[in-house]
């Protein structure tokens, strides 16, 4: 497991750019270039960040374009592209709607990621939500909370150590059929995304991590008893991975306005406000900074790396 459930807070982030809903984007990022992203992924991997994170659309409807945009890039191809200019930092999909494909296409895709960036995947799945897109497509949008189930399932196997993996269930059966390469990792972490009822049982069952959406902090503490309650439950021992996305931040004073939900000041200050994460049970959480360029961006990312990171150890 590439983070540890344990000691300091591990911190990752949503890589910008690579998707531009209207609810977090910055004005800059519908200009921004392929040159942008390998800046910002380099920082990341130059600094302490344990991951870069990549979203998954296939196509946005008309009646939801204004609000989500339909600037989504395909997340293997962004994190392939990246991993390629880095060394270090891990490649996240958050998350992978598995639904929208059959489970040998996803493990033939990040087999590949994970083979070629030397062992760098984390593989976050989520159920999706747009049931154009799944129309489309031909997938199972009113059944999709069950098709995530079987895909996890059926993944665990696919994304094994076996050229010939074998897997039958209600929805999807393979045996007789070789893929490589490998992946590099024995066994690539699934991390569970969403906050539903159904989401957090699902990653208690048969996620090695959690990764809530929009969750208050004040809900998480309820949510994790849950989520270790389940887990207990169905008896599987193994850790678990929580995580949480804070909300945006801005390391110092900033000289422009921020929005009164920015999370803004001294360093000492903002490790003191993400502490409390790791306090109720946490153990890492995804950071989105406020800027203006690619260059703010950078330097915030550089300054949360020296003189806030240092202090989130508990």
């Not at 880095?86 to 990040?110: D, F």
């Amino acid at each position: 497991m590439p983070i540890p459930p344990g000691g300091p807070l591990s911190y990752g982030m949503q890589l910008p750019v690579q998707s531009q809903s209207a609810i977090y984007a910055e004005p800059w990022e519908a200009a921004a270039t392929p040159a942008d992203l390998v800046r910002i992924a380099r920082a990341a991997d130059r600094g302490g960040f344990a991951y870069i994170a990549g979203c998954d659309h296939v196509a946005i409807p008309r009646r939801l374009a204004a609000g989500m945009s339909t600037i989504w890039y395909d997340p293997v191809a962004t994190l392939s592209f990246l991993a390629g200019v880095t060394e270090r930092v891990l490649l996240m999909s958050h998350v992978a709607v598995v639904g929208l494909r059959h489970p040998l296409i996803t493990a033939k895709q990040y087999a590949t990621l994970d083979h070629l960036s030397g062992g760098r995947l984390i593989l976050g799945v989520g159920a999706g939500h747009v049931r154009e897109e799944f129309e489309a497509v031909g997938a199972d949008f009113d059944g999709r909370g069950g098709v995530l189930d079987e895909s996890i399932d059926a993944l665990r196997v696919a994304l094994g150590p076996e050229e010939y993996p074998e897997f039958a269930g209600e929805r999807f059966a393979f045996s007789g059929l070789g893929q490589l390469p490998r992946p590099a990792q024995e066994r690539v972490p699934v991390w569970v995304g969403g906050s539903s009822p159904a989401a957090v049982r699902r990653a208690a069952v048969r996620g090695d991590g959690w990764l809530p959406q929009g969750d208050p902090r004040d809900r998480l503490p309820a949510q994790i008893a849950r989520l270790h309650a389940l887990r207990e439950e169905a008896g599987v021992q193994a850790p678990i991975v929580v995580g949480a996305i804070t909300g945006p931040l801005y390391v110092g004073e900033p000289g422009w306005s921020v929005g009164r939900r920015t999370l803004t000041g001294k360093p000492e200050a903002l490790a003191e406000s993400l502490r409390e994460y790791a306090a109720i049970g946490v153990h890492q959480i995804q950071v989105r900074f406020r800027s203006r360029n690619v260059d703010e961006l950078t330097d915030q990312m550089a300054a949360f790396d020296a003189d806030v990171a240092p202090h989130l150890g508990t």
